[in-house]
């Protein structure tokens, strides 16, 4: 094994801090530091941010030299090194939460915090990383980017944002084929299953909601095995959670990286506003929400704001759950309340948010237990009733509702 060349970038703290500390971030396989451009600008206004690329990756030289993750482990520490040197903090995600994992293990007396994105003590079988490497091989990476495309993004990112999926996808085609090679045999070859209890670094273990090369339940798991570690889910994307929801992940980051003492840096109510109408089109759809606002009126404006702002901005963008379990509370909570007209929405928002069927009865059935038996017949009854309009329009081939 050898270390390899790692090289990056670094964005100087913007907040006036003559000393501030220094953040470094690291990208997955397939990716470059273009992955963290839209969570920099707010790590920058308390932190030295230094992102750094994987081998033959963005700005590090290509190798030809196997290598393992601790040997990158000890790469990043010499980039660090080449730029002041000091204790820091990480966030890495995929391979890079994986480098992270070694760090806190190589070089405990280096690491301040930790947060591990979309990774794990071990990420997958080995065979399949060594079929990719074989296959990389032998067809590069262009012969990767359909799959990356499906593993990458939660559904509908990619109708969503598309030139920030294509661009990503186009970086893929740029990386060197051998080293993307080697990061494979590097992944088959990372097991810290066992180790990982011996980490005493701060650590933050968080999971995609739609992620499935390192689910939530993968993520839950190494949280339970590090002293002192939490999980959170981050709503809303697959993979790449700094592409898909960098203000979320900025958040997340900021508040977990916060010295204590040191206040949190909090959104605006312009951030919270256009955070939640995200996740509001995401969720309800782009149909209803054009429709609700082009309905407003100078008497509902400023309902329709706080709605978004506080039911879509401050509670559904929340980490601590995934959006499934929103909608199943939701479901029970609009049951227990009598609102079929909202209920009716929210069956449509819980399919959209992956619910079947078959959960979404369940989920009634369970409430009439403690919400009562006539609460639950009516809440079954607009249930039926909305798939039966769902199927009635996706036997329309020109609709444009969910099947």
Known sequence: MSQPIVRGTIQQATGGDPDPQTVVLGSSLGTTTALWDGVVPALAEHYRVLRFDLPGHGLSPATTEPFGVADLADAVIALVDSVGGGTFHYAGISLAGTVGLELALRHPDRLRNLAVICSGAKIGAAEGWLTRAGQIRAGGTASVVAGSAERWFAPGFLDRDPAAGSAALSTLLDVDDESYALCCEALAAFDVTTEVQGIRSPTLCASGEFDLPTPTAQLQDLAARIPGARHVTIAGVAHLPALERPDTVAALLLEFLAPPNE??????????????????????GDAHVDAATAAITSETA????????????????????????????????LVTGGHEHELALHVRAALRNGLARAEISEAILHTAIYAGVPAANSAMGVARDTFASIDAAAADSSSPELP
């Open 302 to 333: 400023d309902f329709q704001d706080f709605i978004t702002r506080y039911a879509w901005g401050e509670i559904w963008t929340r980490p601590g759950l995934d959006r499934r379990t929103r909608s199943f509370l939701t479901i029970a909570s």
């Open 263 to 284: 206040p949190v840096p909090r959104p605006t109510a312009d951030d919270t506003y256009a955070a939640g109408l995200v996740v509001r089109r995401s969720v309800l």
